[in-house]
């Protein structure tokens, strides 16, 4: 005989069922390529990290002289453990490219305008903290790579005018990569992090409820509305178990990075900086490490952080670069800063830099400033070339110009990872 309280259960799962996801969805919404299931597919792979972070947890000591030997006992004598180590290194990587691509998501279909502005302030601050997050959680294995790639990530923040220093000895407690750093990285992984990752994604996904759901094409708005369940539901299953099936994959045939333990008297050539920092350690090698680690990040930041409160003199359209003649000129921008990229890293490269050329001049001037203003005069005469070629609005030259700074960063990233071999040098993948 059912009671009262057993009659309740099935509508309370039900509440929280409708709390996550609203009783009727707008049927354009339902279209895979409005979204690829970007948003769902990060909230999906959080939740991963926290159970596979929580399991690690139970056999790993955040102490120099235990965490090496911690994590080899994992993987070689706990059932299951390398596959769950695996897991969780395959869930960080996918996290950070999922997240930003995410970004490209909302910011290429207009959605960061009118009631949407303070939610895409979040979702850069989410994707901020997912970078950090796996920044802090890539010293733990205390190995040979993540000792030299944490070195070389935090020595960036010495480029920050007046206070880089002081943070980064606030980071490392002390002048460098130690014991406490590692108990300091450790807390802030397991602890700050989550917590503030968990929070920041509830209110963004209710905020995007809040809002109306996905941002459509305003001739879609009036479409019928059909229910959420099973109609969203099952497309949300099938993109959740195909993510998982390419994590499984990727875990059972690619180990996570493990080298030897860490040697503080014997550094890797090349040190490189993590992945997600390898762009802007490409910088500093054109670039002085002001304009390369501070000046042009912070810009770039701050730019997608203003950017809602822009007038762009158009209403947002929700649909993918506005127009038709806005997608051609983002596929011709990104080929041109592919291009153009290459090209000027090449020159860099095997000609002597103006530091060389102009001695007498401070190295801030000719290191820093020539070949920023150079730089900039290469994006602004292309940003007048684009709009007269296709007549573009302003809010399609914004986007397109988007095209052509993250096709660079991009570029700088893939070679910065597979193009720099010993001494930094540019050399083949298959030489590293």
Excluded at 14 to 25: C, D, Q, R, T
Excluded at 357 to 381: D, E, K, R, T, Y
Excluded at 417 to 425: A, I, L, T, Y
Aim: net charge neutral; with cysteine; proline share 6%.
């Amino acid at each position: 005989m059912q009671t009262p309280e057993n009659n309740l259960k099935p509508k309370r799962f039900a509440g929280i069922l409708f709390h996550l996801h609203p009783k009727s969805i707008n049927e354009e919404a339902l279209a895979f390529n409005r979204t690829f299931g970007l948003g769902g597919m990060a909230a999906l792979l959080i939740v991963i990290q926290f159970i596979t972070g929580i399991m690690l947890r139970f056999y790993y000591e955040p102490f120099p002289q235990k965490a090496y030997d911690s994590i080899l006992h994992l993987q070689n004598n706990v059932l299951f453990g390398q596959l769950i180590r695996n897991i969780h290194h395959w869930c960080g990587v996918f996290l950070v490219i999922i997240a930003f691509l995410h970004l490209l998501r909302v910011f290429f279909t207009s959605g960061f305008q009118s009631s949407r502005k303070v939610n895409w302030l979040i979702g850069l601050v989410l994707l901020i903290l997912i970078i950090f997050s796996n920044f802090t959680g890539y010293l733990l294995p205390w190995d040979q790579l993540a000792f030299w790639a944490v070195t070389v990530g935090t020595s960036l923040l010495d480029y920050f005018p007046l206070i880089g220093i002081s943070i980064r000895e606030f980071v490392l407690a002390g002048d460098e990569v130690n014991a406490n750093t590692l108990l300091i990285f450790y807390t802030f992984h397991t602890a700050v992090l989550p917590i503030l990752l968990l929070l920041l994604m509830v209110y963004h996904f209710w905020r995007v409820r809040k809002s109306g759901g996905i941002f459509l094409p305003s001739s879609n708005q009036a479409k019928d509305t059909v229910p959420t369940y099973p109609n969203l539901v099952y497309r949300e299953f099938i993109v959740a178990l195909a993510l998982i099936a390419v994590v499984l994959v990727f875990s059972v045939f690619l180990n996570a990075p493990l080298l030897s333990k860490a040697n503080p008297d014997f550094s890797l050539n090349p040190t490189k900086a993590p992945w997600y920092f390898a762009g802007i350690q490409e910088l500093l090698l054109h670039f002085h490490p002001f304009v390369a680690a501070f000046l042009i990040p912070l810009t770039i930041i701050f730019l997608l952080a203003a950017l809602p409160f822009i007038n762009l003199e158009e209403e947002p359209s929700g649909f993918w670069f506005h127009s038709e003649k806005a997608k051609r000129a983002a596929k011709f921008t990104a080929m041109a800063s592919i291009f153009i990229t290459l090209i000027l890293i090449l020159i860099n490269e095997f000609l002597p830099d103006l530091e060389t050329l102009l001695p007498w001049l401070n190295p801030f001037i000719s290191n820093g400033i020539i070949p920023l203003a150079i730089v900039m005069s290469i994006v602004w005469f292309y940003y007048k070339f684009i709009i007269k070629k296709f007549s573009l609005s302003y809010l399609e030259v914004v986007q397109t110009m988007f095209v052509f700074v993250t096709t660079a960063f991009i570029i700088l990233t893939i070679v910065g990872v597979f193009f720099r071999g010993v001494d930094m040098e540019l050399t083949f993948p298959w030489n590293l």
